[in-house]
T-cell receptor, first 112, second 114 residues
Framework: EDQVTQSPEALRLQEGESSSLNCSYT??????LFWYRQDPGKGPEFLFT???AGEEKEKERLKATLTKKESFLHITAPKPEDSATYLC?????????????FGTGTRLTVIP | DSGVTQTPKHLITATGQRVTLRCSPR?????VYWYQQSLDQGLQFLIQ???????AKGNILERFSAQQFPDLHSELNLSSLELGDSALYFC?????????????FGSGTRLTVV
């Protein structure tokens, strides 16, 4: 059964304190791993898609990496505006479809 | 503004009632997805449409139904509502149906069943 587990559930960082969020997955035939950011009361915002082990993508203070079993979202020198819930997701095994299975997220709080 | 429009933003209704949530996808997107987000379950996939046809179904209850119209907007109908149906309902869209296309989510409809 496809499974996505994110850790930690919550993370509090001081501004400028770098850290990493983890997303471990068990899927048969990974067809991509997605990272989203969600602010309270809003819809998730797409960040990255990773397709193969060793792939890395960056956007401002965020860098996503992928191995065969997990993905990391590295946050370098975070700012208070980076506070949000970060979700990872994988496509479910349905041919021709693009429905995603989401993890429960890591709630990040960056303290000034 | 993501370009995906959901109405209404908030909805309060009584148990046993029926409601309709509406979604207009981003211009040019043919695929529409519905997700439910509750506090204890996280984001759960309900159903996907592509160019008017149902493409995939998740754990959508029989009391729930959806459709995508020729102008590509979509509606999610929830009937015989129960307290447990209270949640945020998100619509998302993408240009195609295949894997790898990132979704654009709307801002959601918050449904409260009392």
């Amino acid at each position: 059964e496809d499974q996505v587990t994110q850790s930690p559930e919550a993370l509090r960082l001081q501004e400028g304190e770098s850290s990493s969020l983890n997303c471990s997955y068990t899927v048969s035939g990974l067809r991509g791993l997605f990272w989203y950011r969600q602010d309270p009361g809003k819809g998730p915002e797409f960040l990255f898609t990773l397709y193969s082990a060793g792939e890395e993508k960056e956007k401002e203070r965020l860098k996503a990496t992928l191995t065969k079993k997990e993905s990391f979202l590295h946050i370098t020198a975070p700012k208070p505006e980076d506070s949000a819930t970060y979700l990872c997701a994988v496509p479910l095994a349905q041919t021709g479809a693009n429905n995603l299975f989401f993890g429960t997220g890591t709630r990040l709080t960056v303290i000034p | 503004d993501s370009g995906v429009t959901q109405t209404p933003k908030h909805l309060i209704t009584a148990t046993g009632q029926r409601v309709t949530l509406r979604c207009s996808p981003r211009s040019g997107d043919l695929s529409v997805y519905w997700y439910q987000q509750s506090l204890d379950q996280g984001l759960q996939f309900l159903i996907q449409y592509y160019n008017g046809e149902e493409r995939a179904k998740g754990n959508i209850l029989e009391r729930f139904s959806a459709q995508q119209f020729p102008d590509l907007h979509s509606e999610l109908n929830l009937s015989s509502l129960e307290l447990g149906d209270s949640a945020l309902y998100f619509c998302a869209s993408s240009v195609a149906s295949g894997v790898g296309y990132g979704y654009t989510f709307g801002s959601g409809t918050r449904l409260t069943v009392v």
